[in-house]
């Protein structure tokens, strides 16, 4: 089984804070919806005829495509790739988009799970981070969406944002329980390099939250979920029973995907691949036929890199027998260097499994870089 993103690069307006590949200028839609499904037919035997239990659109807003836009994708993916029958089919989108219209098109639709960015319920947040939607299309866009029959949803909310109180913080979270959501990830607002957020900052103009402000919020989330009966099931995304995504599991699992469209990713366990992230550029190629990508073959190490730094962000943590069978060499080296971690507290061993625990998801990054391999 694989997985297949399709990258839509297109959002209405920047928010403050976002670094990802997109485009404001929507009439350049059709022609990158030829371009992706072009590029599906080129590529589509990376993933050697593996069946397809999940297909993402992500983005970007993949919302702004119309009902035709995204059926052309749909029915080109349909005759390249077999796809399960049980498949998430997951579409991102933005509350101001869900419209009564939008909902029902899209539940007569392939699409059986929405990925709304609703990132805060409060006015102000959305305003500081020049999110197009208000509270209240957050709100309503939920409601819409139950009544439309989509009970496979998930929410994006954001934390660490300024001004953004511990009591306002659980007002959000509460809403998860308030309108029963099955699935919710949770980011911690990030301050890159050249987004209007970095400028704000820089200028004075809105203050940064401190790392004390950042790890309360991170702990009432962690407190929230237990609570409420969710997994915890990767260091940002929380889901009940049964309801965790075929998706995003997958990646930090290391399943095979295929990245279609700007700035995409692709894996296949022996190597990795990036789409260039330039429109106009990516269009060119792909119009000539070619693919503008870039391909690192992974060594050793880097595999063995990349599964700690995958396996540790899950509840499924990281397996000394996987890592013995990469190299007798990096179990030893692993071994050796966790132990600090283990006396802190900050990872746990049960059978063999390391795992993180609740203190130790605060410094998950730093953990992980720690029990790298530098070639």
């Known amino acids: 089984m694989a997985g297949l993103y399709i990258h839509i690069p297109f959002c209405k307006q920047a928010c403050s804070y976002c670094n990802f590949h997109f485009s404001t200028r929507l009439n350049g839609v059709d022609p990158m919806v030829e371009a992706l499904t072009q590029e599906i037919r080129l590529r589509h035997s990376f993933l050697d005829q593996s069946p397809l239990e999940s297909i993402y659109f992500g983005g970007g807003t993949p919302s702004v495509l119309t009902d035709r836009q995204l059926l052309k994708i749909l029915n080109t993916i349909d005759q390249y790739f077999e796809v399960s029958e049980q498949a998430e089919i997951t579409l991102e989108a933005n509350p101001d988009d869900l419209t009564t219209e939008k909902l029902a098109a899209l539940r007569d639709s392939p699409v059986n799970r929405l990925s709304i960015g609703i990132q805060s319920f409060r006015d102000q947040d959305l305003q500081l981070m020049n999110r197009v939607h208000s509270a209240r299309q957050a709100h309503l866009c939920i409601e819409s969406a139950r009544k439309a029959n989509f009970e496979n949803l998930t929410i994006d909310l954001i934390y660490g944002i300024p001004d953004l109180s511990e009591q306002a913080w659980k007002n ?62 990767e260091i940002s995304n929380f889901a009940k029973r049964g309801f965790t995504a075929i998706h995003n599991s997958n990646y930090w699992r290391q399943k095979k995907y295929l990245g279609i469209g700007p700035s995409a990713h692709s894996f296949n366990r022996d190597s990795r691949s990036w789409n260039i992230s330039n429109n106009a550029k990516y269009l060119k190629a792909i119009s000539e036929n070619n693919l503008p990508l870039t391909v690192e073959e992974l060594t050793a190490e880097q595999k063995y890199n990349e599964y700690v730094m995958t396996g540790l962000r899950t509840m499924w943590g990281c397996d000394r027998h996987y890592i013995r069978n990469l190299d007798v060499s990096f179990w030893e080296y692993f071994r050796k260097e966790i132990e600090i971690f283990l006396k802190r507290e900050w990872i746990r061993e049960d059978l063999g499994i390391f795992t993180l625990t609740d203190e130790g998801k605060l410094f998950a990054d730093h953990i992980a870089s720690e029990l790298f391999l530098v070639e």
């Open 172 to 233: 959000n979270l509460d809403f998860v329980r308030h309108y029963s959501i099955k699935h919710f990830s949770s980011y911690a607002l990030t301050v890159e390099p050249k987004t209007l957020l970095a400028h704000q900052i820089a200028t004075r103009k809105i203050s940064a939250v401190t790392d004390e402000r950042m790890a309360g919020h991170f702990r009432l989330l962690i407190e929230f979920a237990r609570e409420h009966n969710f997994l915890h099931y």
